[in-house]
């Protein structure tokens, strides 16, 4: 890509084509909308002011926007003062009380010798600190490593090491485990800690705020998101994402090695879920925004999802420590919740409640369900649907993405898209945010509608995707096709001619018998219709015949009673045939998932292998 001094008859070559995008004008339409008409031209007008309009107009031009991004986020918390930022338990933060922490603990940091491009890690539960610490370190040019809080031991030293931050951010509750491992922390010089002490050689999360000035920090901007994939088949990578997604704001990150128009269009594109989702419609009577309630894991990518109106919108955002699903109804009622993302589970556990329990509350405010993270069936989708309109709104609120911590979010599902045609509730949406297509690898060549293959995607966080401390993992993660570098997220499914993608399975999983493929998803979505299956995966099981053969463990709802061959007989029923009915099915009290929703397959797995040489 030129450098950006250079980039000025590149980026008007590129602007046609990108305003005639519907995604362009109405990403432009849902800033103006949350915003509010005034109060936008009061930021804008407050940005030029900050930066000097010659400056402002320099940078526009030549797409030099690293002093551009800081100063509008500074003149939008400003602007907005009063409104609330963050409502977290019992504190409610303003836009105000907000900037003035993430000011101070900005330059706590940098007092702490963190210079830009140093990173430092994250270790906490749901709440404000996670925001303050994430704006912070974007100030000062520091990525934020998101430390997934369900590891531990070495597996957690290993997720630290391969993100080599200098400075470690945890709550309290989690001292014992650093402590334990704090010896093999290879990077680190500095350990905070959120709570009400701290061991001692560590620092005080507030002592650290108080004894900090609230001034402007020496600003080096960069857009720190930096999450982990969900390691669910393997150990997690750590993805880079300030590149890709923060080259445009900052001059610390890498160039994509693209054209610049390329870049632009993946950008739109990408942040156009904030228009599909609903930006120019949703209006909280009261606030004037949205409002967005956080029942997933902050350290989870695909909740950046959630959380992305707050970002960049206005947004109130509503982290919740953990998922209760009643919690979850009367915060939506009491705060007048209008977005929200979800995982399936959640979304079950709601239906799962008592009748006298779910029909308690109003959720009429409710506008944009979002989900993704693992498959959700058709069923749960309408029962869902089904739910909120009886519970007050007016309209189905159900929406969903595909999407990995690599591609971000690709497709988007969309009410109005299987009100026209209900057979879109299997689909996974419309290719909306990204490039995403089928690809056959035998005969390399693209899929036609209908015809399965490999998921290939091209998307802004793709085009510069590095994983830190393992940069080989790389190497197997992209196809080149017709000269153009394809991510390959290792997934199956195929395309309709109208662009809805539906998934299949993913090649990791697949169990391999007697040389027939077979895909778990396609076995777990027939169980999870017998009306005594709350939950089930379906993994490989060893088999001295056939080499391997689906196992499917299965957790009842409370109070059933099933066998192996009442399951097999419903799949049989259900229309599997030959070796999709499992060979082998098992009970259990409950499955291994994160709080992601994602099923951790290898912990079902690896007791039926153990002492056995495993495929893959």
């Known amino acids: 890509m030129a450098d950006k001094n250079k980039s000025f008859v590149n980026l008007m070559k590129a602007l046609p084509k990108l305003a005639i995008m519907e995604q362009t004008r109405g990403l432009l339409r849902s800033i103006v909308t949350q915003w509010g008409t005034k109060n936008a031209l009061r930021i804008v007008s407050r940005t030029i002011k900050r930066m000097g309009m010659a400056a402002a107009l320099k940078g526009l031009l030549n797409f030099r926007l690293e002093k551009f991004m800081p100063n509008l986020l500074i003149s939008q918390w400003d602007v907005l003062g009063d409104r609330e930022a963050i409502i977290a338990g019992d504190k409610r933060i303003t836009f105000r009380h907000f900037k003035d922490r993430v000011f101070r603990l900005a330059n706590g940091l940098q007092g702490l010798g963190l210079k830009p491009k140093d990173k430092f890690a994250e270790l906490l539960h749901n709440g404000s600190e996670f925001f303050e610490a994430f704006f912070a370190g974007s100030f000062i040019g520091c990525p934020m490593p998101f430390l997934n809080w369900h590891m531990h031991g070495n597996e957690l030293a290993e997720a630290i090491n391969r993100g080599a931050p200098k400075l470690l951010i945890f709550d309290e509750e989690f001292t014992d485990e650093i402590l334990a491992i704090k010896d093999k922390l290879t990077t680190i010089r500095h350990f905070v800690v959120v709570g009400s002490k701290a061991p001692e050689g560590m620092i005080r999360y507030e002592d650290l705020i108080a004894r900090s000035l609230n001034h402007e920090p020496d600003i080096h901007f960069i857009i720190a998101l930096n999450p982990y994939t969900g390691g669910t088949t393997g150990t997690p990578k750590n993805v880079n994402f300030f590149d890709s997604i ?44 949205m409002r967005c309630l956080l029942p997933g894991p902050l350290y989870h990518a695909g909740t950046i999802s959630g959380w992305a109106p707050f970002l960049l919108l206005g947004g109130t955002a509503i982290p919740v420590r953990g998922f209760d699903p009643e919690e979850f109804l009367q915060i939506i009622e009491k705060e007048r919740v209008n977005w929200v993302f979800v995982v399936p589970t959640m979304l079950q556990r709601i239906l799962d409640l008592p009748p006298e329990v779910r029909k308690k509350y109003n959720l009429g405010s409710m506008h944009s369900l979002i989900c993704a993270a693992a498959p959700a069936t058709p069923e749960l989708k309408q029962a869902i649907n089904k739910y909120f309109r009886e519970q007050g709104c007016k309209k ?164 059933e009673e099933s066998t192996p061959e009442e399951i097999c007989s419903f799949c049989r029923k259900e229309g599997l045939m030959g070796m999709k009915i499992p060979r082998v099915v098992e009970f259990v009290k409950e499955l291994p998932r994160h709080i992601d929703g994602k099923l951790i397959k290898r912990e079902l797995e690896d007791k039926y292998w153990k002492g056995i040489e495993k495929r893959g």
């Open 246 to 289: 923060g080259y445009a704001f900052s001059e610390l990150s890498e160039a994509p090695q693209v054209s610049l128009g390329e870049y632009l269009r993946y950008m739109v594109l990408q942040f156009s879920f904030l228009y599909w989702y609903g930006g120019t419609t949703i209006k909280d009577p009261i606030s004037q925004n």
């Open 396 to 559: 189905n609120i159900f929406m969903e993405f595909y999407g990995s911590s690599e591609t971000a979010v690709t497709s988007v599902l969309l009410p109005g898209d299987y009100e026209g045609n209900p057979q879109r509730y299997a689909s996974v949406g419309k290719i909306r945010c990204a490039e995403t297509k089928v690809f056959d690898k035998e005969s390399f060549r693209w899929c036609a509608p209908g015809a399965e293959g490999s998921i290939m995607t091209r998307s802004l966080t793709t085009i510069s995707l590095k994983y830190a401390g393992s940069p080989e993992k790389l190497d197997s993660t992209f196809e080149n096709i017709e000269g153009r570098k394809w991510f390959d997220d290792g997934l199956q499914g195929y395309m309709d001619k109208d662009g809805f993608l539906y998934l299949t399975g993913r090649l990791k999983e697949m169990i391999i018998t007697s040389g027939v493929n077979i895909f778990p998803l396609e076995i777990e979505s027939t169980i999870i219709r017998h009306p005594k299956v709350l939950d089930v995966g379906v993994v490989r099981y060893p088999d001295k015949e056939l080499g391997e053969v689906p196992a499917a463990v299965i957790q009842l709802r409370a109070g």
